[in-house]
């Protein structure tokens, strides 16, 4: 992996013990509904981030004032032995295996499809009792199944929501797709808030949540942002979030105020570069990952 593209700035895996945070690729799509290509999203990315600066001017901070890694890809061709019932599941626990032998570091997951997105929310729920996910997506992915398959990316929330104990919170943004099933079972859980497609409802609660000391996990679809801005994605959506608003409720996570963990892992899922012939969508997404780090890594 040593000569493979790494993200902006990023160490080699073998720099772990000296790094405050760290990447990792799931190249998969094999989950997808529509259009294939987001298993080419993490190489894509790394690539695009060469073309961003590593100083945040919206945050008045840099990727230079820490030291993180880029831990390269997954391994999607080992499925943990004997574990899962589907193809999903099988998929899901294999990367779970893979992803509790990684260094300890807080980590964001390149996807891939929004399906890679549930062993690291997984792992979160577990080691956070009070885990807030702020899940950004134009699609609820809370089916019960998609043909016959429980965990797919059109599922994935309703997994993970099973997971979800009495003090774990859904936040979801940029919800504008999904069955009347999906939005009667958001509805009807208490734990889950659907909110507005603006910037003002969800910074507010982002400083909320960091005054109450609460640890925050975010679940990014890039398809939640406009196809305008984002047109490589699998099922692009109209009338989606701003660019700019979501960067802003980003650095909101990275700026307000907590004696807590604050972010404690994200994930970024469902860029599909070959989508998008201009290459803008994985650049806007590289900016989105530049916030992503410097809100794990509080100054
Ligand atoms: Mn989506």
């Known amino acids: 992996m040593s000569d493979a593209p790494k993200f902006l700035g990023a160490g080699p895996a073998a720099a772990a013990d000296d790094a405050r945070a760290a990447l990792v690729g799931v190249p998969y799509d094999g989950a997808v509904t529509y259009r294939g290509g987001a298993s080419e999203g993490p190489e894509a990315l790394r690539l695009a981030s060469d073309s961003i600066e590593t100083y945040c001017p919206k945050l008045d901070r840099s990727l230079d004032d820490f030291s993180y890694v880029d831990l390269g890809d997954l391994d999607l061709s080992a499925p943990a032995a004997g574990a899962g019932s589907t193809p999903g599941e099988r998929l899901v626990r294999g990367l779970r295996a893979q992803l509790d032998a990684l260094p300890a570091l807080p980590l964001i997951a390149i996807g ?5 997105a549930y062993p690291f929310v997984e792992r979160a729920l577990e080691q956070h009792p009070q885990l807030q996910i702020i899940h950004v997506d134009a699609h609820m992915d809370l089916r019960e199944a998609w043909e016959g398959e429980p965990y797919n990316h059109a599922t994935v929330l309703g997994r993970l929501r099973e997971r979800m104990g009495p003090d774990h919170r859904l936040h979801q943004w940029g919800i504008r ?52 801005d984002i047109p490589g994605t699998g099922t692009p959506e109209p009338d989606g979030l701003r660019f700019g608003d979501v960067e802003a409720a980003l650095g909101e996570i990275a700026r307000a105020p907590t004696a807590g963990p604050g972010l404690v892992g994200a994930d970024v899922v469902e860029l599909a570069p070959r989508l998008d012939p201009s290459g803008r969508s994985q650049v806007a997404v590289a900016r989105l990952v530049r916030t992503l780090l410097l809100a794990l890594v509080r100054s």
């Open 112 to 116: 891939g499809d929004h399906l890679v």
């Open 177 to 228: 797709s999904g069955e009347r099933a999906e939005y009667q079972l958001a509805a009807s859980d208490p734990r889950v808030e659907l909110l507005a497609p603006t910037l003002a409802p969800i910074a507010a609660r982002i400083r909320e949540l960091l005054a109450r000391d609460l640890p925050i996990y975010v679940t990014l679809d890039v398809d939640g942002i406009d196809p305008a």
